[in-house]
């Protein structure tokens, strides 16, 4: 029976293989086609004009070798041709919406066509996930994406591991939102994801408002010249004590603490120092926020960390400047002594001369027999805050080291962990590479790099020859140092507790 309306393929000449041949009869989903209805007025056209027969059509419809004699077939084939117009807008909305930003929102999964097989498809859209498992990438060759390190990271190999990757990309918070320092300062162009960005952009500017009210409330907070009434307070009580002769002004004002010079008078038990400086941990949420991965993660602080509101917090931070001071000390390292403490505010011996404090390195401008000097004693104080204190600085550099008495001062270790801490020893390594990039700018000659440093150091043998493998290195034995801590963590903390007793909040 002959059939009406519906024709078979077989029996259906086509309109795009055979133009030449009139139409008569179709499909119904062609009677519907805008294209079908284009290409017979074309057709109609081009036998008026032969020698421009359909020169507007898309490529795949004028190759010869095309089989369009299927109604599926030719259905891809439009579906094709809409996808790819499809994804080139997506494209150029993507390319609009991103701009020069530096944090781009990937319009992929948005795309119909697979990107494997669009040959001209943004070949820069490489992201930092796992693609390993992924069908659509399956067939490309694992090749270094185009972005993402920065210099010299072009033979880096470890991208791969999820682990690693999800790790750089939180160092790169740092980078992204200045509030949210997560302590190791990666070198590395890493592409967060968009998700977590967004969340974190959404946290950042909470925290913004938050602290903005903050400020507001200036009689309770710290702020960068003037002590809050209770810190005024504290400051009394020491010199109606007599501990303190007199206070006599601010030597620094800095990132998370005002530190002053005070005449130094006479306690009981315990010689004062003439010259003291009084450093004061400044109370605001802010400068908590930063600081809170050194201690948390802390286990000699960890139990009592959840339990703290933040100003209790700031207190464990003068706290823990002065337990390392003291670990310091017994090692015979130079470093403040410590005289007292009382909440937030530590007393130490000034380091420097009639009220003038020593210079930093980076204010000494030293010459280079001196530089000299200065990097060999770095050295030796590096090996002996690891292996004798059990401590990794975690934030040494020319400015938190002073020049005094043609020796080099320790200061600054409120932030300072064990080697054992989660992140200890990429502070090391971050450490070592202040050091060392300090003292080659210095021209001392015998500078080793980071990594050589860091191995000297910490006696470690890590044989990578570039920062990122060195850093995955460094991660995978935190990681392995991590599950042994917490699998023996009672034990280690018996054994690696300070001699001076288990840390505790000062209380009146
Ligand atoms: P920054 O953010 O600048 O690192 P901070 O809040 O971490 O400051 P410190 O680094 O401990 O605080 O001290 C800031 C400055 O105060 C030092 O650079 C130094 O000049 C001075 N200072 C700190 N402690 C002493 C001390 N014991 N003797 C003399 N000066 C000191
Ligand atoms: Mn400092």
């Given at each position: 029976m002959e059939q009406v309306g519906i024709i078979t393929s077989e029996a259906r000449p086509c309109p795009w293989g055979a133009p030449a041949k009139p139409i008569n009869q179709c499909s119904l989903t062609e009677v519907m086609s805008e294209e079908l209805a284009r290409e017979l007025q074309l057709e109609e056209e081009s036998h008026a004009f032969p020698g421009e027969a359909l020169t507007d059509e898309g490529p795949f419809l004028t190759s010869e070798n095309l089989d369009t004699s299927s109604d599926a077939v030719l259905a891809q084939m439009l579906q094709m041709q809409f996808d790819k117009e499809y994804d080139a807008q997506l494209l150029r909305e993507e390319k609009k919406f991103n701009g020069d930003s530096k944090v781009s929102i990937s319009?992929?999964?948005?795309?119909?066509?697979n990107p494997c097989e669009d040959s001209d498809s943004s070949g820069d859209e490489v992201d930092w996930q796992d693609t390993r498992h992924d069908p659509y990438k399956a067939d490309k060759p694992t090749t270094t994406p185009k972005r993402g390190f920065i210099g010299k990271g072009k033979d880096i190999t470890t991208k791969h591991d999820e682990v690693v990757c999800g790790r750089k990309n939180t160092a790169r918070m740092e980078n992204f939102v200045p509030e949210f320092q997560v302590g190791d300062g990666i070198g590395m162009d890493l592409k967060l994801s968009n998700q977590v960005f967004n969340a974190l952009k959404q946290h950042s500017i909470s925290e913004q408002r938050k602290s903005a009210r903050l400020h507001d409330k200036k009689e309770v907070s710290t702020t960068e010249k003037v002590v809050d009434p209770k810190t005024r307070l504290l400051l009394y009580k020491m010199v109606n004590a007599g501990v303190l002769e007199t206070i006599n002004g601010c030597v620094s004002t800095g990132k998370e603490s005002v530190v002053f010079h005070a005449s130094g008078g006479s306690m009981e038990d315990q010689e004062v120092p003439d010259e003291c400086a009084i450093k004061v941990f400044k109370t605001t949420l802010n400068e908590f926020k930063n600081r809170d991965k050194y201690i948390k993660d802390d286990y000699r602080f960890k139990e009592r960390f959840s339990k703290l509101n933040p100003r209790k917090i700031i207190r464990m931070w003068a706290e823990k400047e002065k337990h390392n001071l003291k670990r310091m000390q017994k090692a015979g390292i130079p470093c403040p002594e410590v005289v007292m403490l009382k909440k937030h505010i530590l007393v130490m011996s000034f380091i420097g001369k009639d009220q003038v404090p020593a210079p930093t390195l980076k204010e000494a401008k030293l010459g280079l027999e001196d530089s000299k000097a200065a990097y060999s004693q770095v050295l030796e104080l590096m090996k002996q805050l690891y292996h004798q204190c059990n401590l990794v600085h975690a934030d040494l550099s020319e400015y938190n080291m002073m020049w005094h008495d043609g020796k080099v001062w320790l200061i600054d270790v409120s932030q300072s962990v064990e080697p054992t801490h989660p992140h200890g020893l990429e502070f090391l390594y971050r450490d070592c590479r202040n050091v060392s990039q300090f003292f080659q700018k210095c021209g001392v000659p015998e500078t080793p790099n980071e990594r050589e440093l860091f191995n000297i150091v910490s006696?470690?043998?890590?044989?990578?020859?570039n920062q990122v493998d060195f850093l995955a290195e460094i991660e995978a034995l935190e990681k392995i140092n991590e599950a042994h801590v917490q699998n023996h963590s009672k034990k280690v903390a018996t054994f690696q507790r300070d001699d001076d007793g288990p840390p505790r909040l000062y209380d009146e």
């Open positions: 319009f992929e999964n948005f795309r119909k066509v006696d470690l043998n890590i044989t990578s020859d």
